[in-house]
């Protein structure tokens, strides 16, 4: 993608046989991508001395193609795909909103047979950790794989946050972060002033409740630096209940000097949907040619569908 943000695409593939049968599934029922693509099965089908050939033997991506081909749906995000304009004896679904792409083909040498024997689903992987992306490819990559957020750290995640909010609302929003914040991640800033306060608490499981000390914290942070408006973001499930009560009653109250206060509170569901907003601004002119890089279709069909051991090392 030239002049573009990299962003997380399925720029490799999944091939395998998928057989003779042709399926009309009645329930849009998609793969549980993340499940699947975290272990998919392989067979060993070939050594010799230290080479090992394997193939997909996986029951799961021979019915996602029968569904996906028939009610031709994003297993990722739910959304309808695209296909692409072939050229040769296949089928290419892409949705151009998440990328994920799959379908079914033939080989150059079967392109008489009736029936396309193969499938195959793109996946990606991280060319690198999490903590070490940029937020275009996590917007995309946690847009597909939300429970992963707390694998990024709480360092990027201040970055990461920043750049949500600032979509989000559409506004110019100043990262600070570092380990001498006193408190603060950022800062919302309005014709040249502060207007809002941003304290980020990223924790290492999603599960659970945010409590009620972050939010005297918080409370404090914004009395000490005379900015009456402050957001608070956690990555937990939820805020406690003692944490709702606090926040609304600091949003109740009106000091001299600072005016009416107003702390807002952004939990795992508020991220999911700033991470919706994000991913749709930062994917919304994007192209098939964009999303998926084949020169030949054909090509995805070649072969004997064998795969290397480096290649089912990635999965395991």
Known sequence: MHNKPRIATFDNSLPFHIGTEIRIPTEDKPINWSEFINEPKFEQVYENGTERKYRLNDQRAIEEIHRLLNFQTCPICGNKMKKRKPDFYET????LHCGFWGGRGSRMDNVHEKIPLRGVLGFYNP????????????????????????????????????DLLADTLDCEVKLIGGTRDKGVDGYIIKNDNISSIIQVKWRESINGAESVKVIREVAGTLLARGIPSGILISNKDHFSKDAQNDAELISKRELLGLGKMDLTLLDYHN????????????????????????????DEFEGAMMIDKDFVDMFI
Request: proline content about 6%; some cysteine.
């Open 92 to 95: 290419i679904l892409i949705c």
């Open 127 to 162: 060319l690198k950790p999490l903590k070490d992306m940029e937020s275009e490819y996590l917007i995309t990559h946690l847009k597909k794989h939300p429970e992963q957020l707390p694998k990024i750290g709480p360092r990027k995640a201040e970055k990461f946050v920043i």
């Open 271 to 298: 991220i999911i949907d700033m991470l919706e907003i994000s991913n749709t601004k930062l994917t919304a002119n994007m192209k098939i040619e964009d999303w998926i890089k084949i020169e030949n279709a054909y």
